[in-house]
């Protein structure tokens, strides 16, 4: 089906990030840093991860997927954004807008599902590390990671197959610097209440979904860790899912509270959006390399073999 037989807007006006031409400017620099910053992180901790057999396990197998994610996510909207800085009409139009909700969607639902079997994997190493081996196999851990890619493509699919039918015949400026669902639900004059409830149900079951499965993984890991009797070892033990749990309230944290809120066109919108579309995927590479010894050993190792492959002067 195709929404230009039957919609008469074609294009929509993105205003989230408007402003004077040296705000735009100053905006186009920072972002256009973050994003570079964004793109050679998670290059090289995809790079590190493929070069270095130590790294070869579950756990750091879920970072690759979650480094490419990350790469995903933050060019599904930044390079748009880029774009629209330097433009002076800021337009995009319906296709690519439902384009990029669709793909806002799909990584970060699978993000979700993704930092969900990260937490199931560390609390398998921690509570279960015998078993580790049998729990966490080759098979296992690709079936977790390519079935959280599929839960996040059929949420994403599911909503944008309703949203292909809404009509746009009314107001075309969307107050936000990309297209998100529930900006467009205003704009459209269509019965949206079926979208509404779906992306509703979809957000609860997926979000609230995985994220009763992060807290349960991390109930079991704390109270193992509360029962080691080393303090020693249970900073050691407790070290190992740190960065993980960072990355995990970082992804929740400003993702719920973009979605818990009415679409009022507040300003906390712009900023909760931006948290977790732009500034988490920056901060990922960055956590688990700065906090994780074993990345930075193979950051090492890597580096060692890429200079030896020069000669010396």
Request: charged share 10%; net charge neutral.
């Given at each position: 089906?195709?929404?230009?037989?039957?919609?008469?807007?074609?294009?929509?006006?993105l205003?989230?990030?408007?402003?004077?031409?040296?705000?735009?400017?100053?905006?186009?620099?920072?972002?256009?840093?973050?994003?570079?910053?964004?793109?050679?992180?998670?290059?090289?901790?995809?790079?590190?991860?493929?070069?270095?057999?130590?790294?070869?396990?579950?756990?750091?197998?879920?970072?690759?997927?979650?480094?490419?994610?990350?790469?995903?996510?933050?060019?599904?909207?930044?390079?748009?954004?880029?774009?629209?800085?330097?433009?002076?009409?800021?337009?995009?139009?319906?296709?690519?807008?439902?384009?990029?909700?669709?793909?806002?969607?799909?990584?970060?639902?699978?993000?979700?599902?993704?930092?969900?079997?990260?937490?199931?994997?560390?609390?398998?190493?921690?509570?279960?590390?015998?078993?580790?081996?049998?729990?966490?196999?080759?098979?296992?851990?690709?079936?977790?990671?390519?079935?959280?890619?599929?839960?996040?493509?059929?949420?994403?699919?599911?909503?944008?197959?309703?949203?292909?039918?809404?009509?746009?015949?009314?107001?075309?400026?969307?107050?936000?610097?990309?297209?998100?669902?529930p900006?467009?639900?205003?704009?459209?004059?269509?019965?949206?209440?079926?979208?509404?409830?779906v992306m509703?149900?979809?957000?609860?079951?997926?979000?609230?979904?995985?994220?009763?499965?992060?807290i349960?993984?991390?109930?079991?890991?704390?109270?193992?860790i509360?029962?080691?009797?080393?303090?020693?070892?249970?900073?050691?033990?407790?070290?190992?899912?740190?960065?993980?749990?960072?990355?995990?309230?970082?992804?929740?944290?400003?993702?719920?509270?973009?979605?818990?809120?009415?679409?009022?066109?507040?300003?906390?919108?712009?900023?909760?959006?931006?948290?977790?579309?732009?500034?988490?995927?920056?901060?990922?590479?960055?956590?688990?390399?700065?906090?994780?010894?074993?990345?930075?050993?193979?950051?090492?190792?890597?580096?060692?073999?890429?200079?030896?492959?020069?000669?010396?002067?």
């Amino acid at each position: 089906m195709t929404w230009g037989n039957h919609s008469t807007t074609t294009e929509f006006i993105l205003i989230g990030l408007s402003g004077g031409p040296k705000i735009q400017a100053l905006l186009f620099v920072l972002f256009l840093g973050i994003y570079l910053q964004t793109l050679m992180g998670n290059l090289l901790m995809l790079l590190i991860i493929w070069v270095d057999v130590h790294l070869h396990t579950p756990m750091y197998i879920f970072l690759s997927h979650l480094s490419f994610l990350d790469l995903c996510f933050s060019s599904t909207t930044v390079p748009k954004l880029l774009e629209n800085l330097l433009s002076q009409r800021k337009t995009i139009s319906v296709g690519g807008c439902l384009a990029q909700v669709f793909f806002l969607y799909d990584t970060g639902g699978t993000e979700a599902c993704l930092l969900a079997v990260m937490a199931y994997d560390r609390y398998v190493a921690i509570c279960h590390p015998l078993l580790y081996g049998q729990m966490m196999n080759n098979h296992i851990c690709k079936w977790m990671a390519w079935g959280s890619w599929s839960l996040g493509f059929l949420d994403a699919f599911i909503n944008i197959l309703l949203a292909l039918n809404l009509d746009f015949c009314g107001d075309k400026f969307i107050p936000h610097y990309s297209c998100e669902l529930p900006s467009l639900f205003p704009l459209s004059c269509s019965d949206v209440s079926t979208n509404f409830t779906v992306m509703l149900c979809s957000t609860l079951l997926h979000g609230l979904g995985t994220c009763v499965l992060i807290i349960f993984s991390y109930s079991l890991i704390v109270s193992t860790i509360l029962g080691i009797s080393s303090s020693t070892g249970r900073s050691k033990t407790f070290s190992t899912c740190s960065s993980h749990l960072i990355a995990v309230l970082l992804f929740y944290g400003s993702a719920f509270l973009r979605y818990a809120m009415p679409n009022s066109d507040s300003p906390l919108e712009l900023i909760f959006s931006v948290q977790y579309s732009v500034i988490t995927p920056l901060v990922n590479p960055l956590i688990y390399s700065l906090k994780n010894n074993e990345v930075k050993a193979a950051l090492r190792r890597t580096l060692k073999k890429i200079s030896s492959t020069f000669p010396s002067s």
